[in-house]
């Protein structure tokens, strides 16, 4: 599968502008893991410490796996319930590191059946795996049939390559604790971030997996948490580091989602005035920029340059949190055009059917009308002499919406119609 990088263009606009506030709606699927130390409360915890909101649920029976939360009705009432930003999915520490047809049959499908109902109840919902990670000296009640399992490093490098492969092909985000922790033991192991039993985390073990969340959440540095929990200031900022590195620093690496955003557009010019024509997949929200300085939020702009010259013109769309910018050059080469009385032409109806009518505010000796389709293709073109009115015969046009030009002497005007 491929992995889509995600390049994060920051547009200091006002209308895109990240308020120092972010809310974020966050639901916890999981186990115990997931339960222990009330690690979605820790999250929450950071996030206001850093003025943010988490607005949090969470549904962990201890030992739940993902075939067990695919028909749970808990967990599916729990998904169905809100337009979650991300929904956690955390499964059951050994089922990561299972024989590779135990992992076709009993994880990958439920994993997949969760990302799809997620995504039903709402389009921008993204998944997220939480990467858990190897027992502290592996995994002895399965050492003899997998031999992989029987110490720590072997059993966290296979439970990376599964949450991995599991995020790839579902198009989601990881949510990597485990790989901060390889990190920590690595080069902090004075930090214990295990309990008793080897396998659950303690509560520095927790804090390090909710640095990882608040990260991947609000994709803010994790260094900015001033809640240490009851951990030390040394051991919380060692932690938060680890989580800055590994995280933080490398996002794309973490993230495999497509980004819905596409944005595209048109452009009819007349002179020194513009119809712009929005032709973006999908959308939420759209800036555009002229390049003279200007910008809108229309759908669909008509701007006027008052100089000519070349001007770098750019749509900006935004969808479930992503964007994504169209720029082309423009060449504006002529202003000697003058615009209609607005008040003196009309054009009718609009709605069009077959027929449409334009009636001009005074006699013209030379006349162009055109139409354009919204990349900008012209499919009718009339010339005319000596009118003041014209009836024009659309019925070659298909459903949708047009630009209708029509230069007579030295005025023009502009519009879009609608073809029923």
């Not at 006002?14 to 972010?22: N, Y």
């Not at 222990?36 to 999250?43: Q, W």
């Not at 990561?96 to 389009?123: D, K, V, W, Y």
């Not at 595209?264 to 024509?277: K, L, M, R």
């Amino acid at each position: 599968m491929k992995h889509f990088l995600l390049t994060y263009i920051f547009v200091f606009l006002s209308f895109f502008s990240i308020s120092s506030q972010t809310t974020k709606k966050v639901l916890f699927i999981g186990n115990s893991y997931t339960a222990a130390n009330n690690l979605p409360s820790m999250v929450n915890n950071m996030a206001q410490s850093t003025t943010d909101v988490l607005i949090f649920e969470s549904n962990t029976p201890g030992g739940f796996r993902f075939i067990n939360h695919a028909s749970n009705t808990t967990t599916l009432n729990k998904i169905n319930s809100n337009d979650w930003d991300y929904v956690v999915l955390q499964a059951q520490s050994q089922e990561t590191s299972f024989g590779q047809l135990q992992m076709e049959t009993e994880l990958h499908p439920f994993a997949e059946s969760l990302s799809q109902t997620i995504r039903a109840n709402n389009e921008c919902s993204q998944p997220m795996f939480y990467m858990t990670w190897g027992r502290e000296n592996g995994d002895a009640s399965n050492c003899g049939s997998l031999p992989w399992v029987c110490n720590y490093e072997d059993m966290d490098d296979v439970i990376r390559a599964t949450y991995l492969f599991m995020a790839e092909t579902n198009d989601a985000e990881v949510a990597p604790a485990g790989a901060v922790w390889r990190y920590l033991r690595t080069n902090h192991p004075s930090i214990n971030l295990y309990s008793g039993d080897g396998s659950h985390p303690s509560l520095a073990g927790s804090y390090a997996a909710a640095t990882v969340f608040y990260t991947m959440i609000y994709k803010k540095d994790p260094t900015l948490i001033t809640w240490n929990s009851s951990l030390s200031q040394t051991d919380a900022n060692i932690i938060k580091m680890a989580a800055k590195t590994i995280v933080f620093d490398d996002m794309s690496t973490w993230d495999f989602t497509i980004n819905p955003a596409l944005a595209d557009y048109s452009e009819v010019i007349n002179a020194g005035d513009v119809s712009f024509t929005n032709t973006s997949a999908g959308f939420d929200t759209l800036l555009w920029d002229f390049g003279d300085g200007n910008t809108s939020t229309e759908i669909n702009p008509v701007h006027t340059y008052a100089d000519t010259g070349n001007y770098l013109v750019s749509l900006t769309v935004t969808k479930c949190g992503k964007w994504d910018t169209k720029t082309k050059t423009l060449n504006i080469s002529n202003l000697s055009i003058e615009e209609f009385d607005l008040n003196g032409i009309t054009v009718f109806p609009n709605p069009i059917s077959n027929r449409l009518n334009i009636k001009l505010n005074r006699n013209y000796k030379d006349l162009s009308i055109e139409v354009f389709d919204i990349m900008g293709k012209s499919i009718i073109k009339r010339n005319a002499q000596n009118v003041e009115s014209l009836n024009l015969d659309v019925t070659v046009l298909g459903r949708g919406m047009y630009i209708l030009r029509i230069i007579a002497d030295t005025h023009y005007y502009a519009s879009k119609v609608i073809k029923n």
